[in-house]
């Protein structure tokens, strides 16, 4: 099966600019988390989908954030206006939410975000 | 807090050795799941450890589960230079979330 697909890799912005990250997770996979990694850091839980629903969002850091997940397929994750401590490696991941490997993540290889 | 949190922060070993990481975390979990993570990629699942275990093998890798002490260790042997990259525990809560801490960063020197 096909992986985690992150787009894009890398996006270099300046301050007060808005990007839009995707994620397509794995197919039949219900559950969808975001991450993000600051240098050094931890890898910090932003949030968590069921299909299109917003799980647990306790971790978006504030209302600059916007996680969507139209349809229960693809999420984009949405930082406008963009600050540099924004900065830092997002992280898409999908697990199956029943049956064989349930709960077990599958990540992308990630979304580096740079504010100038 | 529910993430887990690594210990120690950075080890270094020769390859052959053994090596050992502990974590730490304070929610009741349904499972604890080891994950590791290679330079500029994203995390790659080891192994899943249930909270009615005690220990689970796979391979070169021995994991460990004390749920009075809310800690865990991940232990592998015979390291190999290949094994270099941090390695994260995420304790799985009722909410089926992950929360990974800082990770150990090990180096297995050839």
């Known amino acids: 099966e096909a992986g985690v697909t992150q787009f894009p890799s890398h996006s270099v912005i300046e301050k007060g600019q808005t990007v839009t990250l995707r994620c397509d997770p794995i197919?039949?996979?219900?559950?969808l988390y975001w991450y993000r990694r600051v240098m050094g850091k931890e890898i910090k839980f932003l949030l968590h989908f069921v299909k299109e629903s917003k799980q647990d969002e306790s971790g978006m850091p504030n209302n600059r954030f916007l996680a969507e997940r139209t349809g229960g397929t693809y999420s984009t994750l949405k930082v406008q206006p963009a600050e540099l401590e924004d900065s830092g490696v997002y992280f898409c991941a999908s697990s199956r939410r029943q049956g064989a490997g349930a709960n077990v993540l599958t990540f992308g290889a990630g979304s580096r975000l740079t504010v100038l | 807090s529910q993430q887990g949190e690594e210990d120690p922060q950075a080890l270094s070993i020769q390859e052959g050795e053994n090596a050992t990481m502990n974590c730490s975390y304070k929610?009741?979990?349904?499972?604890l799941q080891w994950y590791r993570q290679n330079s500029g990629r994203g995390l790659v699942h080891l192994i899943l450890?249930?909270?009615?275990?005690r220990e689970k093998h796979s391979g070169r890798l021995r994991v460990t589960l004390d749920t009075s002490k809310k800690s865990s260790s991940l232990l592998i042997t015979a390291s190999r230079a290949a094994d270099t990259a941090s390695y994260f525990c995420g304790p799985l809560t009722g909410a089926n979330n992950l929360f990974f801490g800082t990770g150990t960063r090990l180096t297995v020197i050839p």
């Open positions: 197919s039949g996979h219900d559950n």
């Open positions: 929610t009741s979990i349904n499972n």
């Open positions: 450890i249930r909270s009615n275990e």
